[in-house]
């Protein structure tokens, strides 16, 4: 297995489990490796998983700098709700579940969410000509929503409605 498909596969992992709730053994079995193989990769669950954090943050900033060059402002925002679900990217919803607890993870996760906010805000600035706290707000909106499984799951038109009025709000379309 290559060490991009070991990082997606553990990514897998931590998404559908708790930091706390995810045992070297369990992905040892996951991946269909013994455990003293899967710490010949990783010195420990700490090590992995600030890896895989590595890995899931720069495939979400990838996935940012293309998002937020669309046009079409409803896709944007589309696209913006549904990355963490429809790609079940780690560092999407890191701060959500519970990682946080320790120091050295909590640092990492709160300079790359500075980082990424940084670029939002420029991109928008430069795009809406927004100010710092309304382009936060917005993200809250999206991040908030791309939580609820309601969009993926609802039907077109309630997904179509609940964009458009997302449209009007920030964008007064």
Known sequence: ??????????????????????????????IGIKKPSLYYHFASKEAMFLEVLEYSFESYKVFLESTLQ???NGELIEKLILFPLQTQNLFAIVS????????????????????????????????FSWNAARTKIFFA???????????ENCEGEQKKEVIGEIQKLFFGK
């Open 96 to 127: 959500q579940k519970g990682y946080c607890q320790m120091d050295e993870i909590r640092q990492k996760i709160e300079e790359r969410f500075l980082e990424l906010e940084g670029k939002k805000v420029q991109i928008f600035q430069e795009r």
């Open 1 to 30: 297995m290559q060490k991009s498909e070991l990082l997606r596969t553990i990514e897998i992992l931590f998404w559908e489990y708790a930091f706390s709730d995810l045992s070297m053994d369990m992905v040892a079995e996951r």
């Open 70 to 72: 669309i046009v079409n």
């Open 141 to 151: 909106l999206i991040e908030s929503l791309s939580k609820k499984t309601c969009l």
